[in-house]
């Protein structure tokens, strides 16, 4: 079935550093969604790339899809203290299904 | 306007005792999903409703059952709990199935001992 891998697991940064998380997926994909979860918390909607090859910014935060729409990113510029959280992508393929990464845990030290 | 709504926030089962998560939404919304995460696993779907009146099972649907009792409602039962379910279980929803974003719940936190 459709598998979903998200690197790194966890990364640690200092204020101010930049941060990007990466999700691969083993079949070309129909649209893949980005959420923010903050500890203690449920998942929020971020952002979703439906086109290849697309790039959609939202402040600090830049979402691309691959050429091959079987990967993408998602990069925060100058991070802060409220940027803390697991960022998960959620893949969208041949099925209805929407199938979770299993997330990065970013910590921000101030 | 409450989203998602799930209840109970925190349960203790013993292995073998059964139990529902209730769910409902109050955006009209068409679809509804059951997730469980665990650390390091991500986000499984448990069962999903595309629509009133059906269901369909996930990636983890095992030693699980789900009703759809009716546009707003999405209940989980588990009939004989195991401590392998041990989890926080996520309520969601979206418009439509496939390429909508989710509105989740604020989750159950289910320990079997």
């Known amino acids: 079935g459709q598998q979903v891998m998200q690197i790194p697991q966890y990364q640690h940064v200092q204020e101010g550093e930049d941060f990007t998380t990466y999700c691969n997926s083993s079949?070309?994909?129909?649209?893949i969604q980005w959420y923010k979860q903050r500890p203690g918390g449920h998942p929020v909607f971020l952002i979703q790339?439906?086109?290849?090859?697309e790039v959609k910014k939202q402040k600090r935060l830049t979402f691309q899809f691959g050429e091959a729409k079987k990967n993408s990113s998602l990069h925060i510029t100058a991070t802060q203290t409220t940027d803390v959280g697991t960022y998960f992508c959620?893949?969208?393929?041949?099925?209805?299904?929407?199938?979770f990464g299993t997330g990065t845990l970013l910590a921000v030290q101030p | 306007n409450a989203g998602v709504t799930q209840t109970p926030k925190f349960q203790v089962l013993k292995t073998g005792q059964s139990m529902t998560l209730q769910c409902a939404q109050d955006?009209?919304?068409?679809?509804m999903y059951w997730y469980r995460q665990d650390p390091g696993m991500g986000l499984r779907l448990i069962y999903y409703?595309?629509?009133?009146?059906?269901?369909d099972k996930g990636e983890v649907p095992n030693g699980y059952n789900v009703s759809r009792l009716n546009k707003r409602e999405f209940s989980l039962r588990l009939e004989s709990a195991a401590p392998s379910q041990t989890s926080v279980y996520f309520c969601?929803?979206?418009?439509?199935?496939?390429?909508?974003?989710?509105?989740f719940g604020s989750g159950t936190q289910l320990s079997v001992l």
């Open positions: 079949t070309t994909l129909s649209n």
């Open positions: 409703s595309a629509s009133e009146g059906t269901t």
């Open positions: 969601a929803s979206s418009r439509l199935v496939g390429s909508e974003k989710l509105f």
């Open positions: 790339l439906v086109k290849s090859g």
């Open positions: 955006m009209n919304h068409n679809s």
């Open positions: 959620a893949a969208g393929g041949a099925t209805n299904k929407l199938i």
